[in-house]
């Protein structure tokens, strides 16, 4: 990236102030423009009217994740928001994780379905989208505006971010976030809990960082 810029001359837009700083550090003047959500899609409701439409339980303690799968190592952090969940789930046998992803990790992601069963979550305690809705089609804002909605906590700990919308969307719709305080997370996430984690220099010749797992379950357990 720093090369392609050094060498066109043309001007990047960064989509958050981290961005600016990391090109500004490489002596590359950036221009600003962050991403955003539609309020008339995403709006607060009735987490119970929601639950209702999506056929979801009203009494479960309800844990979403929504992110891509694909590439390995996960950038979205798959693995940990897992064994979290895992973790969260033996003390708290009524939670239950929506996934909204590729279960498959058809892009050279990972195979979720067994990660899953490597660390004992009951498929009772999971509710995963359509696939081929969610996949293929792609699910109406209604859809996620009502996902968002019915959640307690949406779990986000992605190893880094360039914005990051969904993070932006469900603070709109109502529940806290659980992101990683990396990257541009903690530009976007003002209702909910930032964690740690150990930096780890990646494929894409930068630092991305590995969410600590002890800490996405205490940020569970205060949700």
Partial sequence: V???FKNSGATPIAMSRFGVRMLS???I??????HAFDPADYYPGDRNEA???LGWP??????SCVGANKDLPPRKSWPE???AFAAFREKHDDAILYLHTDLLGMAKGVNIGQLLASLDVPPRSVIVADQYQSQILGADRSYMRDVLVATDVVLHTSRSEGFGVVQLEAQACGPPVIATSHSAMPEVVEAGWLVGGQPDYTYQESWMMIPEVEEIVHALTEA
Avoid: I, S
């Avoid at 003047?29 to 962050?34: E, I, N, S």
């Fill in 2 to 4: 720093v090369e392609f």
């Fill in 25 to 27: 550090d490489q002596g």
């Fill in 29 to 34: 003047p950036a221009l600003y423009a962050p």
């Fill in 51 to 53: 639950r209702e439409r």
């Fill in 58 to 63: 009203t009494e479960a303690f309800l844990v």
């Fill in 81 to 83: 928001m897992l064994r």
